[in-house]
């Protein structure tokens, strides 16, 4: 176990929905990382906070969004769901920015209909 | 092209041997490597990270990285059933700033 949780462990949505995933980072960590998983994929990076700001943000289009709160734990927004992002959301703790050891929490599997 | 590039597999190897995992990666300027494991269904679990040329051991786990060829490796030895599952190769630039790129992972299969 990695000290990191998500919430849900499932979604089901329809098309044009929007969602929050959530995330807790682990305990002394500052940093939590998205990514977007699909089926047989590697995971793809989304956007990185660090200190509640934004610290890179990878090719996903705005309806992606994200914040991060002071005790760094982490929300991912998705706007006018498609059925494209029917995916696994995976969130990722490291104790600083950039590309250092990661920690992965168990994942949110988002289906959209 | 794939910035990361990891066989797809599966890799079949009998209990007890030696697993080989391979990866390329091409951009020159990527200066960490991760690997991680994935069981069907879970996330993935970091097993190594490497930064500098050469190999670096951690029980049965070996990575290697070669950055003059861009190649990174991973060898598991006394292969068990158990580690059956995804390995998936990441790397990225030192900054501050950059992101993690991931292959797409390699399935090993441990047969006993």
């Known amino acids: 176990e990695t000290g990191v949780t998500q919430s849900p462990t499932h979604l089901i949505k329809t098309r044009g929905q929007q969602v929050t995933l959530r995330c807790s980072s682990q305990s002394g960590h500052n940093t939590v990382s998205w990514y977007q998983q699909a089926l047989g994929q590697g995971p793809q990076f989304i956007f990185q906070?660090?200190?509640?700001?934004?610290?890179g943000r990878g090719n996903f289009p705005p309806r992606f969004s994200g914040l991060q709160f002071p005790n760094y734990s982490s929300e991912l927004n998705v706007n006018a769901l498609e059925l494209d992002d029917s995916a696994l959301y995976l969130c990722?703790?490291?104790?600083?920015?950039?590309?250092?050891?990661?920690?992965f929490g168990p994942g949110t599997r988002l289906t959209v209909l | 092209q794939k910035e990361v590039e990891q066989n797809s597999g599966p890799l079949s190897v009998p209990e007890g041997a030696i697993a080989s995992l391979n990866c390329t990666y091409s951009d020159r300027g990527s200066q960490s490597f991760f690997w991680y494991r994935q069981y069907s269904g879970k996330s993935p679990e970091l097993i190594m990270f490497?930064?500098?040329?050469g190999d670096k051991e951690d029980g049965r786990f070996t990575a290697q990285l070669n950055k003059a060829s861009q190649y990174v490796s991973l060898l598991i030895r006394d292969s068990q059933p158990s580690d059956s599952a995804t390995y998936l190769c990441?790397?990225?630039?030192?900054?501050?700033?950059?992101?993690?790129?991931f292959g797409t992972g390699t399935r090993l299969q441990v047969f006993p």
């Open positions: 906070y660090y200190r509640e700001e934004e610290n």
């Open positions: 990722a703790s490291s104790l600083d920015r950039g590309v250092g050891e990661q920690f």
């Open positions: 490497i930064y500098s040329n």
């Open positions: 990441a790397g990225g630039r030192d900054y501050n700033t950059d992101k993690l790129i």
